[in-house]
Structure formats: C-alpha cells, structure tokens
C-alpha cells in the first residue's frame, strides 16, 4: 500500500473516532437542562472524559513500546467501540454520563499514540510534520462533523441519538484502522533495546528538549480542552443573548462551533506544513501567542455581533490545535525510537491530567460569576480568562524549547 493511501485510511479512520470526542460538549446546552446539572456539574462530566482519556493514552503508549503501534491499535479499537456503545445506551443524568464517559475516554487513547508512533517511524523527517498534520486534521474534521450533526439531530431527535451516531462513528472508524494497517507490521524495538520504565523516565527528564515539549504541551493542552469544552455553549449564549436558548440558537450556536473546527482542519495542516519549512518551534510560538489573545478576549465578546464572534471563534480554534500536531513531532525528534511510546505516554498523563481539570475550572467561574440568573458578559469572560491564564506559561517554554534544540542539534530547527 502507497504512503499516501495508508496516510488517507488513517484518517478517515480518525475522523470515525473523533466523534465522540466533541459529541458531549456539542449535546451540553440540551443536557445541562435534561440531566438537571450546573455549570460545574457539566463541566466535570466533560474533565471525567479527559482523566479517562489520558489514562487510555498513558496505556497505549507504554503498550506500544511492548508489543508494537498496529496491535496496540487493534486492541484499543475494540474497547473503544464498546464503551461507546454503553455510552450511547445507558447515558441518562450527571452521574452515569460521568462513569460512562470517563469508560469511553479510558479506551479511546489507542487511535492516537499509536498511530502517531506509526506515522513516526514511516515518514522521515522532510516529511513527518505534514503527515502528523493530517492526521490531527482528521480529528478536526470529525469534531465538526459531530458538532453539525448533532446541532441537526438535537431539535428533532433528542439528545440521544447524537450519542448514538457517534458509536456508529466509532464502530466504523475501527473497521477503516483495520483495513489500513492489515498489511502494516509492527516496528516494535527489539527486545534487547526496550528500556525498563524507571530507566526511560530517567532518561526522558534528562532531555531537557523533550522535558520542554512536554511542559509546554501540557499548558497547550489546558487552553485546548477547556475551549472545547464550552466553545459550543458560549455561542449558543451569543446566539440567544436576549432571548432564551430555543432550537433556533442551539442549532445556531453549535454548527458554529462546527464550523469552527472545520477551521482546525487548516491549522493542523498548515502547522504541520509550516513547521517542516519555517522550524517547529516558530510555528509553536505564532500559534500559543495568538490563541492566547483569544482566551482573554473572547468571552467579554458576548453581546457583539455574531459574525464578529464567528470569525474570532474561527481564529482561535485553528490556532489553538495549530500547534498540537508540532508537539508531536517535536517530541518523536528529541527521544530514541525505542523510547517514543513512553515519552508520548507521560506528555499524556501531564498534558491531559493538567488539561481535564480546566473544564471543570471554567464551569467553577462561571457558577461563581452568574450568580443565581443566567451567565452574562462578566461571568463568560472571567470563565474564558481562565483558560488563557493556565496557558500563560506555554510560549515562554516553548522560546526555552527552541534555545535548547539549536543548541543541542541545530539541524532539528531546520526540518
């Protein structure tokens, strides 16, 4: 099978597994009044997600180093599918949607590390940022797809069946994986280059380029969930503002939301290009500079005219995901083969660990700030501020980053 064929079944693999992964924030103005939950209620739903999901990929990265990316791959696929089943299925108020989601995002980590791993060890470095591009654009497209569809199915037939396409979703993006990776063997290191665990997390914090990427992707990832957590329900507010949340603005709202993630789609791609071109950490640091701005100025927004929301919304997705694709292949540049599985494991635990507790955060502010009414300009802005001052520190890590790969290997800035 070609490069670019194995490349475009991965992704559309990708895209069936990236439905579920939105499908609860794209449902959670509809939820929030049918399972009877506040704002912090519903947003440690949506952190149960992201715990279960770094644990996914902390296994999925310590399988991958064990047993090989395409069987890690396999395996996962199937507990994936199962979970969300049983998500779909039995979902029905604040504390079975938290077990259930936190039991799909705890099997959803193994389309992603391993196939990162995969995309690794096939392209070389010319061409490595580009593909990893595509593959996180892949994501970004079937977070969009999840949002408008959702937004389409909500009015007419209810939450539940949004939760249902999305294990539709994920039973055929596993069939697609399969189909791409039936004649793909396992690169796993040989057994006399494994390194035990202590001894790989010893020399992983002794590389400080790869200590760097991981911190820095760890505030990335703080600014990254919390958006999408409550990005669909912000425009559903900017939507109604001075009316109520009717289907009307519920569709509205969320296929912006969708729209916006249809962005994410160039962003991942042109960060993945640009970084081959320009350098990884410039297109790091023009990414994180930008949504940055965003997080502190896009909920003192509401009230503004909606296209001007639209196109600010656009702005910060693509540039918040921009950069994720870069982290990746930042980090598979600076550790050994042998030793990636592990290294994007605990860049896992740290990124998503930090990362599920802003959500949570967000809807913290937000009940504090709304008082007993409605959530207005001040309470959407002081939540949204929230998230741009956990990712304050992530551009300063990442120009740190950049000093230490020129100094280290000059060449790596080149590719």
Known sequence: ???????????????????????????????????????????????????????????????????GARRTFLLMSGGACISALLFAMFSNGFWSGLVLYFLAGAASGGSYTPVLALIAQRYGAARRGSAMGWYLAAGSFGYGVSLIA??????WAGWRAG??????????????????????????????????????????????????????????????????????AFLVAAAAHGGQASAGPLAIGVGIAGLTHFAGVIGSIAGGVLSD????????????????????????MLGAALWLITAVAILYNLTAIGDSSVFSTVLSETVPPSQIGFAFSVRS????????????VFGLVLDWGSGPGDPDQKAWGMAWCSVGIGAMLGPLLTWRLQKALVTRKPDLEAH
């Not at 998503?352 to 959500?359: D, E, L, M, W, Y």
Request: glycine share 8%; with cysteine.
């Open 163 to 232: 939760l249902a396409l999305s294990a539709v979703a994920t039973l055929a993006g596993a069939l697609v994986g399969w189909l791409a990776l039936r004649g793909t063997r396992d690169t796993a290191p040989h057994a006399s280059t494994l390194v035990p665990w202590l001894a790989s997390a010893r020399q992983l914090w002794s590389n400080k380029p790869a200590q760097l990427a991981i911190w820095s992707y760890t505030f990335h990832c703080w600014e990254l969930l919390g958006m999408w957590a409550w990005l669909p």
């Open 1 to 67: 099978m070609s490069d670019t064929r194995w490349l475009v079944l991965l992704c559309v693999s990708r895209v069936g597994f990236s439905l579920i992964f939105t499908v609860y924030s794209a449902l959670l103005p509809v939820l929030m009044g049918a399972w009877q939950m506040s704002a912090a209620d519903a947003g440690l739903v949506q952190s149960g997600w992201h715990f279960g999901y770094l644990i996914s990929l902390f296994g999925a990265g310590l399988l991958t180093d064990r047993i």
């Open 277 to 300: 071109r320009i350098g990884r950490t410039r297109v790091i640091l023009i990414m994180s500079l930008v949504s940055l701005a965003c997080s502190f100025s896009f909920g003192w």
């Open 349 to 360: 635990v740290l990124g998503f660990g930090v990362g599920a507790i802003s959500p949570w």
């Open 150 to 155: 959702c937004a389409a199915l909500a009015p």
